[in-house]
Structures are given as C-alpha cells and as structure tokens.
C-alpha cells in the first residue's frame, strides 16, 4: 500500500514568486493535516481537512496560504506571494477517521521550500 | 493550549548505552501523548503513543515511553542503542482527544540522537 507521498520534495523559488505543494494521502484517509517546519523550530499544524471540508485551518499564518482538497483526495497548498520567512519543510500527513482505525497520523517524507 | 518541551536538542550516546529523551508537557486536558521518530530523508513515524490506557507503552523498535501525570513528563527511553537508532525524535501532545482523530499535534523541538561505536 503507497503511503502519504508529496510534490515537490523540494523547491527553490524567489520571493514574490507562488509555489504549490501538493500531497496525495493514503486511500482511505478522510484526515489531512498539513504541518510545517520552519528551520530551527518546532513543527507546527497548519490546518486540517475532513474529506473535502477544512476542518480546522488555525495555524494558517497568513492569506498568502491557500490550502485545497478537490474531491476529497489529494489537496494542494499554495503560497502566493512567498516570502523568506516561508522557508521551511511542509509536511503532510493523513489518519482515518476515529472509529475507523487507530487515529495514527501518517507522515509524508515532506516538501522543502527555499525562498530566496 | 498545549506545549511540549524536550529537554536537550542533541543527545549522544554509545551504542548499547541507555537511551533517554526527555519530554514534558503542558495540557488543561487530558493528553495524548506520541513520540514520532524521523530518519533522514524520510517522513515521521510513529514510535508510540499514550491514550490514558497504561501508563507504561511500548513501542517498535524497543522503545518504551512512561506517562508520570504527578511530573508532566513522558520521556522515551530504550535500554540498548543500537546504530540504526541515530535520528530525530519529536515528542507531540494531542489537542483533540476524542475528536475527529488525533491529528492535530502540538510538537516539541525535536531531540536529535547520536550513536557512537
């Protein structure tokens, strides 16, 4: 069975520029989580999804993020404009829904972002 | 809210030494608590978790963790090293117990291990 994989593993862009990230969960998975870590920090959550419904989006930082889930599959994480401080390794994760499993979180290898 | 502190960001340890990452938390709740290990290049995994069944838990790879409520601790400890064991390792507390999963994790720094020969 394929696990959580993500696109690009790693990206160099300049600022100003938009990247997307994108995150294809284990089949089955109603949860998705997107975490981020910023170099030298903790990793934090950003938001998560209930199939295609965001469920919790309070660790968004900004509107510069724009997070997707189409159909209630893979999702997308945008950011438009990048900034420096957006720099990080963003991880997606996915679990079934409790009741359905364990609830254990399954984590992607992640997606470097370098701005410049 | 939640926070999760692990002491000391670089452990080193000799192989077949005693393992011993410290983790404490913070929570107006009761926890979840897990401990995650990353290997380079790799995504997390989960080494355990404690869901206020024993307070003892054991994990893969030999890892056992100990919930202490009285000190907010949940530190990871294996007897043995081995080499395979040098990662990092992130201990994470749960803010949703009894939600819709326990996905959304609040994460330590993270203890980088050593394992010399």
């Known amino acids: 069975e394929a696990g959580v994989t993500q696109f690009p593993s790693h990206s160099v862009i300049e600022k100003g520029q938009t990247v997307t990230l994108r995150c294809d969960p284990i089949s089955g998975h109603d949860n998705l989580y997107w975490y981020r870590r910023v170099m030298g920090k903790e990793i934090k959550f950003l938001l998560h999804f209930v199939k295609e419904s965001k469920q919790d989006e309070s660790g968004m930082p900004n509107n510069r993020f724009l997070a997707e889930r189409t159909g209630g599959t893979y999702s997308t994480l945008k950011v438009q404009p990048a900034e420096l401080e957006d720099s990080g390794v963003y991880f997606c994760?996915?679990?079934?829904?409790?009741?359905?499993?364990?609830?254990?979180?399954?984590f992607g290898e992640g997606s470097r972002l370098t701005v410049l | 809210a939640q926070s999760v502190t692990q002491l000391g960001s670089h452990v080193s340890v000799s192989e077949g030494a005693l393992v011993l990452l410290r983790c404490n938390y913070s929570s107006s709740v009761p926890p979840y608590l897990f401990w995650y290990v990353q290997y380079p290049n790799q995504g997390l995994q989960l080494l355990l978790k404690?869901?206020?069944?024993?307070?003892l838990v054991k994990g893969i790879n030999g890892f056992e963790a100990e919930f202490k409520k009285s000190e907010t601790s949940f530190h990871l400890t294996k007897p043995s090293a081995h080499m395979s064991d040098a990662a990092e390792y992130f201990c994470a507390v749960s803010d949703n117990a009894g939600g819709t999963s326990y996905g959304k994790l609040t994460f330590g720094q993270g203890t980088i291990l050593t394992v010399h020969p």
């Open positions: 404690y869901t206020s069944a024993a307070t």
């Open positions: 994760a996915s679990s079934q829904l409790q009741g359905k499993g364990t609830g254990e979180l399954f």
